[in-house]
């Protein structure tokens, strides 16, 4: 009887470490959100702000700054979007398996209760 007790306390004990793994895996795809978002924006910024609009008749130092802030800025934009995107697939892929692992914990969980409750009836406890 005290084998059955222990697996049923482990049926009930999991629930609270997946929901753990849950809020950690969730925290750090948010994180991976934002660094896309950040990337993304410092991009916008070396395209916009630092390459701007190229000189009429520039120097060739002036071609080249330009060149390198436009790629810099290109480089940066292409990197933060894909960083964002994969940073959206994942949370929207954890939010899919934890839907499945409710599903299957409600199919678990009630047989979980019923053995401990039998449990505690064998031993005297009502």
């Given at each position: 009887m005290m084998n059955h007790r222990i697996i049923?306390?482990?049926?009930?004990?999991?629930?609270?470490?997946?929901?753990?793994?849950f809020n950690i895996i969730k925290s750090i795809l948010n994180g991976v959100i934002i660094s896309g978002m950040i990337i993304l924006v410092i991009g916008l910024y070396y395209l916009i702000i630092k390459a701007g609009i190229p000189y009429q008749d520039p120097t060739e130092e002036l071609r080249i700054q330009y060149v390198i802030n436009m790629g810099i800025g290109e480089t940066l934009i292409g990197n933060g979007f894909l960083v964002f995107i994969l940073g959206l697939i994942g949370t929207v892929g954890i939010?899919?398996?934890?839907?499945?692992?409710?599903?299957?914990?409600?199919?678990?969980l009630p047989g979980a209760l019923i053995s401990k409750g039998r449990n505690l009836v064998d031993q005297g406890a009502w």
């Open positions: 049923d306390e482990k049926y009930l004990e999991k629930p609270k470490l997946m929901n753990k793994v939010y899919r398996a934890r839907i499945r692992h409710l599903v299957l914990l409600a199919m678990v």
